[in-house]
């Protein structure tokens, strides 16, 4: 791992003391049409999922050998999902059609793909994504500077055939602050923190890197007059550390004397300088304030004082954009954050010949994986990741493993408890009991641990639902449950 971060990882327990046991199921929805998205931007309404751009082909949703995007692999419609009535709607956001009432450079804008957004409320904000930006060259690709605000009570009901049109239910605001693809938005107290993230220009190509911001944006949003109205609050200092995209960030909680506190945990990402991972997380408080949990030691790790250190925590595994979710143990103090498949550098296959004595093999070409990790800060600010299992078993018509979760997303089940920031509350989960928690919807699959350079290797947008189980155990748990193998046709093969 000499090109990543840190040279060496921090030790990945196989089960262990966890208060609750996950179980993973793919649910059948082949009588209901839904799409097949990864890179999308997500909200909920009335227990309704709205889905908004992403792109419907493979690897990161851009072919190399290609001028443009086909408007063929662009999700131009809004999709509305109810997973319980088993339900979907689509309207075409498409300047053509009446209903629409954009422009084509504001159609361009909302759907581009890794956009970042965030929902407070019932409005969900959006924020840059890289795709096609000028209506009059389609050869021109680049970061989108925009702030979109969807009314989601009126666009899940223009979706499914109501009056007026896409345009009544939209606002955006301009300005270089949002340019911005590949990174984070989170609300906290009020104030939104555009975390990370990367402005890329031209045409996509593989691990080439654009400019990133290595900081975290602060803004307030002024929703409530006639405009869209943003104001500036203050970045952070662009930070080499920071240079993080792709990558998971989530809300989280932290006790504080008698006090729960809100903020911000960023995991791994890519890409250094030399095209590896970060290893070490960075927490953000809800003022925006970045700080590496290395201890004070040098961020960089210059002379290897990462490495050295055993009480610095190295995230070996799950270390891209995936579908996660956050448990909070209020009795424990400990913050719990589920990552279901996605991009890893270790994986554990204790039969591998590679495998270390622990049964973990390395590769330092970060594979697509299965594999899902709990990665948990206990109350001594400590960290520590668990192996938990897999997703279920599904195989190509040639035989060949799926791999899920990379650039798919979490969605929670209407009557779970949760605190305030969406992290689910696991006292107030029964024990001894399965409480379905959520589902894992959309990203892409992969038919092979590497694609780039795999003449064999095929990739696609998923369009499958995963039903998540959690049951809060009344002693500590182990690994996961696992379903039945299914063989499945993958189609759009990624060209190389």
Known sequence: MADSQTATVSPVVVGGDLPYRLSVRRLDYSDVELPSLHSFAAGEYDGQWV???????????????????????QNRDV?????????????????????????????LSITPANTEFEQVGDRLYVTGGYGDNDPNDDTARGTFGVLSEFDLSGLVDWAKGGAGQASDHLRQVEDELFQVTGGS??????KMHLVFGQDYEGRYRGRLNGEYTKQVRTFTIEADGADL??????????EEHYRRRDLNVYSSLSVEGDQLVEGITVLSGVF????????????????????QADGGLDAMNAGGVLDAEAGVFKQAMNNYHSAKFGLFDESTGSMHE??????????????????????FVADGD???????????RNSDGSYEQHYLGEFPEMYTLDGERMRFGANAEFFLTHDVATYDNGVIDLDALTIGQESHVGYVYGGLIANAPHVFGNPIGLSSASGEIWEVVVMRAPEPAGLLLVATPLAV????RRRV
């Open 272 to 291: 250094t300088e030399t095209d590896g991972i970060w290893t070490v997380p960075v927490e953000i408080t809800a003022d925006g304030v970045p700080t």
């Open 51 to 73: 889905l908004i751009g992403g792109l419907t082909n493979g690897l990161h949703g851009f072919d190399i050998d290609q001028g443009t995007i086909p408007e063929s692999k």
């Open 79 to 107: 999709w509305v999902i109810d997973p319980e009535t088993r339900q979907s709607w689509r309207r075409t956001l498409d300047p053509a059609d009446a209903g629409s009432g954009l422009t084509d450079l504001e159609v």
């Open 229 to 238: 109205e943003f104001t500036h609050l203050g970045s952070s200092t662009p």
């Open 366 to 376: 970060f594979p697509n994986t299965n594999q899902i990790t709990s990665v948990i």
């Open 338 to 359: 589920v990552l279901l498949g996605g991009i890893t550098y270790l994986e554990y296959d204790p039969t591998n010949p590679a495998a270390d004595a622990d049964g």
């Open 489 to 492: 046709a993958l189609g759009c």
């Open 185 to 190: 938005l989170h609300e906290v107290d009020g």
